[in-house]
């Protein structure tokens, strides 16, 4: 009893210290709420600031104002078919520092774009690159009469097709007030790597930026100390150093972490470093660094290897908006999105092609996905967003970050660096992606556009590395050398970081190897030019090639498990995105491979988890016969006539057993298992074995009949099966959440989806109805999708069309706003469950 007694005492004191000391670092203040909110018609940035703003509109960010307006087919496809425009905003606050002992900056974590910004009239600075992170000192121009600061942003997305994709618009990610000491430790201010790492005890190095902005010099003792996960203490060290008025200096504390719980993709362990300054006793700053502790490791011989484990990335590539959200994605609806792909196998994440928010790569790290972080996706040339090849014409509504890469480049690389390079999943950075296409007469280089080759797609050379090397050189000067160029941008990361490496994603990898861009690069990234990695490692043996974009094919995932050096491939694309759909309407996105925009599972998704889960596994999807595939007369076999049913993601199978008498129907099973059987109302329609199966998708072509449809395979006692059945007519909506209780934070989500069934209760995917939420309480209405890539119908509403017999509502919390929730769905004839939600 008395030692149990104890161990409470000494877990009480823990927690005390550890409240202290986090308690001590409340320097970082939410500054999301009670901004307004106007969009204007001119681009002229105001002359009188701050603005008249009693009659905007009231709002809170993270804030995307183009997901707020109707598709519309007159604009661009190449970012989803919504607006741009000018947009202002405006937050009142009083003066949250004593001016003269202590300081303040204003933190944004992404604006798009071409954003200007002003404390009380007087410029602050701006930001045209919509992707990184910004900050600014307001200090000196703060009140110190007692009246209220007013804090203007001007935002310009009149060129609102100046992505290849959807961008958003506005101040879509999280605003943060940073109040100080004068003297403190800068944002950004720490860097933590672990140059030494065994069972028994890690090496911990932490270098801390501490910088004087009073009128003397400095005396202070620089205090760090480590805690665990369980908050536990686990390391401490203390320097005293000086710092003069108007310096900063840089110190390095050598830590040590005994028995190290190591971030790996299982067991994603964090630890955070708590660095407090202390001058004449008292603690004037605090800084919170939360970090992993892990090895990485690549080689051009075996691979990857993360804490000396060899692992694939299995990854894929999204972008940085969130459906029906647009750009200002919601923690909780990534939080959904990277569980669903964790859950299909995925690992790795290309943020492609752009910095993504602070709050994405806490989650990877918090989840245990590694991540490559890219940067640009223009260099010094523009690219024609509706095509994706180098600028075809100008065009106002076109012209994008091109315009400001000369000025703004190293800035806006070095900010997103400094943000992210503490965090543990992050393990490569990416300088840019298909960048060749953007620079005059590279491609040729190549050889694979000469008169007469069939194709540049994925197609072994015609000529040899030293023909490509002597076209390089015959090339006539030009402004920008892509070479020069990439140099420098891997330089500035080096900079910053050399724990990582650096790649680029090559769209001509065999050009860029003859021009010298790939010598630049740690890790050259090939997309997708998979039959190109034993050419170019034949006349580049020093080189260390790997996937940084696929198309989703066998030969893709092959080519990693029989070449060592193959460690990674990055699916185009993870989850559907708005834009890419130039002149595609009423398609608005790209149909990705394994979620689509409302987070729904597609049939990509068993396709995927059959190869990269190692777990038995098998899924049926069906739908109709097609010209691309034929049936064997004799053996009732489904022959593959098109090439392109050798990617996974190119299925349009569907989970249903609904079909015409005696239809002609295909059976798609996705199975690891070597061999599966098909079965339709207990009677068995054979065996097929993933030998004969070149894209490892067993087939069945079967007539039509109504009943059950199951696949079952395995070995004794460790079958699996799946069913399908076929349904009636949907009698009922049935409402199901991911959440029942939300903090009333204002920022926690809960996911209620809507689902046809019939009398059985079975999911009706075959039919769709209009239908209509009612939400009755004290909560957020973000919007609603049915997930389909053809879907124009307005987001932010509470009624729709469904999809496959289904919608998703995404409800979020209001701040301090309590109580239970109530979620019902009407449409005619058809009855609905009520869902309940309680903000506490």
Same mark, same amino acid.
């Given at each position: 009893?008395?030692?149990?007694?104890?161990?409470?005492?000494?877990?009480?004191?823990?927690?005390?210290?550890?409240?202290?000391?986090?308690?001590?670092?409340?320097?970082?203040?939410?500054?999301?709420?009670?901004?307004?909110?106007?969009?204007?018609?001119?681009?002229?940035?105001?002359?009188?600031?701050?603005?008249?703003?009693?009659?905007?509109?009231?709002?809170?960010?993270?804030?995307?104002?183009?997901?707020?307006?109707?598709?519309?087919?007159?604009?661009?496809?190449?970012?989803?078919?919504?607006?741009?425009?000018?947009?202002?905003?405006?937050?009142?606050?009083?003066?949250?520092?004593?001016?003269?002992?202590?300081?303040?900056?204003?933190?944004?974590?992404?604006?798009?774009?071409?954003?200007?910004?002003?404390?009380?009239?007087?410029?602050?600075?701006?930001?045209?690159?919509?992707?990184?992170?910004?900050?600014?000192?307001?200090?000196?121009?703060?009140?110190?009469?007692?009246?209220?600061?007013?804090?203007?942003?001007?935002?310009?997305?009149?060129?609102?097709?100046?992505?290849?994709?959807?961008?958003?618009?506005?101040?879509?990610?999280?605003?943060?007030?940073?109040?100080?000491?004068?003297?403190?430790?800068?944002?950004?201010?720490?860097?933590?790597?672990?140059?030494?790492?065994?069972?028994?005890?890690?090496?911990?190095?932490?270098?801390?930026?501490?910088?004087?902005?009073?009128?003397?010099?400095?005396?202070?003792?620089?205090?760090?100390?480590?805690?665990?996960?369980?908050?536990?203490?686990?390391?401490?060290?203390?320097?005293?150093?000086?710092?003069?008025?108007?310096?900063?200096?840089?110190?390095?504390?050598?830590?040590?972490?005994?028995?190290?719980?190591?971030?790996?993709?299982?067991? #994603?362990?964090?630890?955070?470093?708590?660095?407090?300054?202390?001058?004449?006793?008292?603690?004037?700053?605090?800084?919170?660094? #939360?970090?992993?502790?892990?090895?990485?490791?690549?080689?051009?011989?075996?691979?990857?290897?993360?804490?000396?484990? #060899?692992?694939?990335?299995?990854?894929?590539?999204?972008?940085?908006?969130?459906?029906?959200?647009?750009?200002?994605?919601?923690?909780?609806?990534?939080?959904?999105?990277?569980?669903?792909?964790?859950?299909?196998?995925?690992?790795?994440?290309?943020?492609?092609?752009?910095?993504?928010?602070?709050?994405?790569?806490?989650?990877?790290?918090?989840?245990?996905?590694?991540?490559?972080?890219?940067?640009?996706?223009?260099?010094?040339? #523009?690219?024609?967003?509706?095509?994706?090849?180098?600028?075809?014409?100008?065009?106002?509504?076109?012209?994008?970050?091109?315009?400001?890469?000369?000025?703004?480049?190293?800035?806006?690389?070095?900010?997103?660096?400094?943000?992210?390079?503490?965090?543990?999943?992050?393990?490569?950075?990416?300088?840019?992606?298909?960048?060749?296409?953007?620079?005059?007469?590279?491609?040729?280089?190549?050889?694979?556009?000469?008169?007469?080759?069939?194709?540049?797609?994925?197609?072994?050379?015609?000529?040899?590395?030293?023909?490509?090397?002597?076209?390089?050189?015959?090339?006539?000067?030009?402004?920008?050398?892509?070479?020069?160029?990439?140099?420098?941008?891997?330089?500035?990361?080096?900079?910053?970081?050399?724990?990582?490496?650096?790649?680029?994603?090559?769209?001509?990898?065999?050009?860029?190897?003859?021009?010298?861009?790939?010598?630049?690069?740690?890790?050259?990234?090939?997309?997708?030019?998979?039959?190109?990695?034993?050419?170019?490692?034949?006349?580049?043996?020093?080189?260390?090639?790997?996937?940084?974009?696929?198309?989703?094919?066998?030969?893709?995932?092959?080519?990693?498990?029989?070449?060592?050096?193959?460690?990674?491939?990055?699916?185009?694309?993870?989850?559907?995105?708005?834009?890419?759909?130039?002149? /595609?309407?009423?398609?608005?996105?790209?149909?990705?491979?394994?979620?689509?925009?409302?987070?729904?599972?597609?049939?990509?998704?068993?396709?995927?988890?059959?190869?990269?889960?190692? /777990?038995?596994?098998?899924?049926?999807?069906?739908?109709?016969?097609?010209?691309?595939?034929?049936?064997?007369?004799?053996?009732?076999?489904?022959?593959?006539?098109?090439?392109?049913?050798?990617?996974?993601?190119?299925?349009?199978?569907?989970?249903?057993?609904?079909?015409?008498?005696?239809?002609?129907?295909?059976?798609?099973?996705?199975?690891?298992?070597?061999?599966?059987?098909?079965?339709?109302?207990?009677?068995?329609?054979?065996?097929?074995?993933?030998?004969?199966?070149?894209?490892?998708?067993?087939?069945?072509?079967?007539?039509?009949?109504?009943?059950?449809?199951?696949?079952?395979?395995?070995?004794?006692?460790?079958?699996?099966?799946?069913?399908?059945?076929?349904?009636?007519?949907?009698?009922?909506?049935?409402?199901?959440?991911?959440?029942?209780?939300?903090?009333?934070?204002?920022?926690?989500?809960?996911?209620?989806?809507?689902?046809?069934?019939?009398?059985?209760?079975?999911?009706?995917?075959?039919?769709?109805?209009?239908?209509?939420?009612?939400?009755?309480?004290?909560?957020?209405?973000?919007?609603?999708?049915?997930?389909?890539?053809?879907?124009?119908?307005?987001?932010?509403?509470?009624?729709?069309?469904?999809?496959?017999?289904?919608?998703?509502?995404?409800?979020?919390?209001?701040?301090?706003?309590?109580?239970?929730?109530?979620?019902?769905?009407?449409?005619?004839?058809?009855?609905?469950?009520?869902?309940?939600?309680?903000?506490?």
């Amino acid at each position: 009893m008395r030692n149990q007694v104890v161990k409470r005492l000494i877990s009480f004191f823990v927690l005390l210290i550890v409240g202290n000391a986090i308690n001590a670092q409340e320097r970082t203040h939410d500054f999301n709420f009670d901004w307004k909110f106007n969009l204007v018609k001119d681009t002229k940035i105001p002359a009188n600031i701050p603005l008249e703003d009693a009659k905007w509109r009231n709002i809170r960010l993270p804030h995307d104002w183009s997901v707020e307006f109707s598709f519309d087919k007159e604009l661009e496809g190449a970012t989803g078919y919504l607006p741009g425009g000018v947009g202002l905003y405006q937050k009142h606050f009083k003066t949250p520092v004593d001016v003269k002992n202590q300081k303040a900056f204003i933190l944004f974590d992404g604006v798009y774009n071409n954003a200007t910004f002003w404390l009380n009239g007087k410029k602050l600075g701006e930001n045209p690159y919509g992707y990184s992170p910004t900050y600014f000192d307001l200090t000196n121009k703060l009140k110190t009469d007692g009246s209220e600061n007013i804090l203007t942003v001007h935002v310009d997305h009149s060129r609102y097709a100046d992505g290849r994709w959807y961008t958003g618009s506005g101040i879509y990610r999280n605003v943060k007030l940073i109040t100080t000491d004068n003297l403190h430790i800068p944002i950004w201010g720490t860097y933590v790597t672990t140059p030494e790492i065994t069972n028994a005890k890690a090496a911990v190095k932490l270098e801390t930026k501490v910088k004087n902005d009073g009128g003397k010099r400095a005396k202070f003792t620089l205090s760090t100390k480590i805690y665990d996960g369980n908050n536990v203490l686990v390391a401490n060290q203390e320097n005293t150093s000086r710092v003069s008025s108007g310096k900063e200096i840089a110190i390095t504390q050598n830590l040590e972490v005994l028995n190290p719980k190591l971030w790996d993709l299982d067991t #994603p362990h964090m630890y955070k470093a708590i660095t407090e300054v202390v001058c004449n006793g008292k603690v004037v700053d605090a800084y919170t660094t #939360p970090f992993g502790i892990r090895t990485i490791e690549h080689s051009k011989e075996q691979g990857f290897f993360l804490n000396g484990k #060899p692992t694939f990335a299995k990854g894929v590539c999204i972008h940085h908006d969130g459906g029906l959200v647009g750009a200002a994605v919601p923690k909780g609806v990534w939080r959904r999105r990277i569980q669903a792909l964790k859950d299909a196998g995925v690992n790795a994440i290309r943020t492609s092609h752009n910095p993504f928010s602070e709050e994405f790569y806490d989650l990877c790290d918090e989840m245990g996905i590694l991540v490559q972080a890219e940067i640009f996706d223009e260099f010094d040339n #523009p690219k024609d967003k509706r095509w994706n090849m180098q600028e075809r014409e100008p065009d106002y509504i076109t012209e994008g970050y091109t315009n400001h890469f000369q000025k703004w480049a190293e800035s806006d690389l070095k900010r997103s660096i400094l943000r992210d390079r503490n965090h543990p999943a992050i393990f490569e950075w990416s300088i840019g992606n298909e960048i060749e296409w953007t620079y005059e007469h590279y491609r040729h280089v190549s050889g694979l556009w000469d008169p007469g080759a069939k194709s540049y797609w994925n197609r072994i050379p015609n000529i040899s590395a030293k023909e490509m090397q002597d076209r390089y050189k015959a090339l006539p000067d030009r402004k920008y050398k892509l070479t020069e160029t990439a140099k420098r941008l891997a330089g500035w990361v080096k900079e910053l970081d050399l724990s990582r490496p650096v790649t680029a994603n090559l769209i001509i990898p065999v050009a860029s190897l003859a021009s010298g861009y790939a010598d630049v690069l740690d890790i050259v990234g090939f997309s997708y030019q998979v039959n190109q990695y034993d050419w170019s490692k034949k006349n580049y043996p020093n080189m260390h090639f790997t996937g940084n974009e696929n198309a989703g094919t066998w030969e893709e995932w092959n080519s990693i498990i029989e070449d060592p050096m193959i460690y990674s491939m990055y699916m185009w694309t993870g989850i559907d995105y708005m834009g890419e759909a130039n002149r /595609k309407w009423p398609n608005k996105g790209w149909d990705g491979d394994i979620l689509d925009f409302t987070g729904f599972k597609k049939e990509g998704w068993d396709h995927f988890k059959s190869i990269w889960v190692n /777990k038995p596994h098998v899924s049926v999807g069906t739908y109709p016969v097609k010209d691309s595939l034929m049936v064997d007369e004799l053996s009732g076999k489904v022959k593959i006539q098109s090439a392109k049913f050798l990617k996974w993601n190119n299925s349009r199978a569907q989970k249903n057993w609904n079909y015409k008498k005696g239809q002609t129907v295909i059976v798609e099973v996705p199975t690891n298992l070597h061999k599966a059987e098909l079965l339709l109302n207990g009677k068995s329609l054979g065996w097929r074995s993933l030998s004969g199966s070149p894209d490892r998708i067993l087939r069945w072509a079967v007539p039509f009949d109504p009943g059950t449809l199951v696949a079952r395979g395995g070995f004794d006692g460790h079958e699996v099966e799946y069913e399908l059945k076929t349904t009636s007519e949907p009698v009922a909506i049935k409402l199901t959440t991911d959440k029942t209780s939300l903090d009333a934070d204002g920022y926690q989500v809960a996911h209620v989806v809507a689902q046809l069934v019939d009398k059985d209760g079975l999911a009706v995917t075959t039919e769709n109805v209009k239908l209509s939420f009612d939400v009755e309480g004290d909560i957020k209405v973000l919007g609603v999708d049915n997930g389909a890539l053809d879907n124009i119908q307005d987001y932010q509403t509470n009624s729709l069309v469904t999809s496959k017999g289904r919608a998703l509502l995404l409800v979020q919390s209001l701040k301090n706003k309590k109580g239970a929730v109530i979620i019902k769905a009407t449409s005619p004839k058809l009855k609905s469950n009520l869902v309940m939600i309680e903000a506490k």
